[in-house]
């Protein structure tokens, strides 16, 4: 069975670190792995994205130089979180994508597999 678990999300001060872990029920490097998020009344938007095939690593726009995400095993990808700003609080899903999403890595519709999603709240 497929199965994406998120951990480590909490209360952080702005300007504070935070890493979530997504721990994957298979091994993934056949699967492009990504994080979203969604805050309340905001759709889900892409954050970051790694790709199967040659490991790249792709960010949105307002996190570049603040997040990072890897793979810190076979089944357990990663996303540290530095420099965490009030408008980061959301909550982070895990989804994957064997072999990488049809479209963009950026695009939610495309990716097939989901976790319940870890909160992330950085107050001010």
């Known amino acids: 069975q497929v199965r994406l678990v998120e951990s480590g999300g909490g209360l952080v001060h702005v300007g504070g670190s935070l890493i979530v872990a997504c721990a994957a029920s298979?091994?993934?490097?056949?699967?492009?792995m990504s994080w979203f998020r969604q805050a309340p009344g905001n759709d889900r938007e892409f954050v970051a994205a790694?790709?199967?095939?040659?490991?790249?690593t792709y960010y949105e726009d307002s996190v570049k130089g603040r997040f990072t995400i890897s793979r810190d095993s076979s089944n357990t990808v990663l996303l540290l979180m530095n420099s965490l700003k009030p408008e980061d609080t959301a909550l982070y899903f895990c989804?994957?994508?064997?072999?990488?999403?049809?479209?963009?890595?950026?695009?939610?519709?495309?990716?097939?597999?989901w976790g319940q999603g870890t909160q992330v709240t950085v107050s001010s």
């Open positions: 989804a994957a994508e064997k072999f990488g999403p049809s479209g963009g890595y950026d695009i939610s519709d495309d990716y097939t597999y």
């Open positions: 298979f091994p993934t490097f056949r699967y492009t």
């Open positions: 790694l790709t199967w095939s040659d490991g790249a």
